[in-house]
């Protein structure tokens, strides 16, 4: 019994494993943030949250094809394993907009509520597109602070619209 204790002890069964190293990736890179307002053309907020970066699709901010005259910010961001994997929590902010520093759920919320206020053919009143948009959600409070800007999204689009309309009648008329 002994000679076979021993013999396994030369084999190495008794060694203890070394632990296990923790290895951890980042990421870093860059967000556009876009100015969100009930004013900011449609155009422009499909470039919000585009990231760009060497781990990304785009690698720099060139290649995205931001329109002149577009008023946005370029914040820094990280990822790390743990954050990706283990699950904690997301202290992401969307800094760029009418209300402050606000969460990136509700950057998504309010940019969303934007495109559907902005949208051409659009027959929905603001209390439609915000109960659309927090059927699922538990930002009640962020609600009612987005009804006001989305109110004034429906009337600045439907006074574009308008004021489009009469140029071309206008335009119309004198040819």
Not at 3 to 26: A, C, H, Q
Not at 122 to 133: A, G, M, R, T, V
Request: with cysteine; hydrophobic share 35%; net charge neutral.
């Amino acid at each position: 019994m002994i000679y076979w204790l021993l013999r396994l002890r030369r084999r190495g069964f008794f060694r203890r494993l070394p632990k296990e190293s923790k290895v951890i990736n980042k990421i870093s890179g860059q967000e556009i943030q876009v100015f969100l307002d009930y004013n900011t053309p449609i155009e422009h907020l499909s470039f919000d949250g585009v990231r760009f970066g060497q781990q990304f699709r785009y690698k720099s901010l060139d290649e995205i094809g931001l329109p002149e005259k577009c008023n946005f910010i370029i914040k820094p961001i990280q990822y790390s394993s743990d954050t990706l994997f283990h699950e904690e929590p997301s202290n992401e902010t969307h800094d760029h907009n009418v209300f402050g520093i606000i969460s990136l759920e509700e950057a998504k919320l309010l940019k969303k509520g934007l495109l559907m206020a902005r949208m051409q053919d659009n027959n929905l009143e603001s209390s439609e597109i915000i109960s659309h948009l927090f059927a699922d959600t538990a930002h009640s409070n962020f609600a009612e602070k987005m009804r006001h800007l989305i109110n004034q999204a429906i009337q600045s689009s439907k006074s574009n619209i308008d004021g489009t309309a009469n140029k071309d009648q206008s335009t119309s008329a004198n040819q």
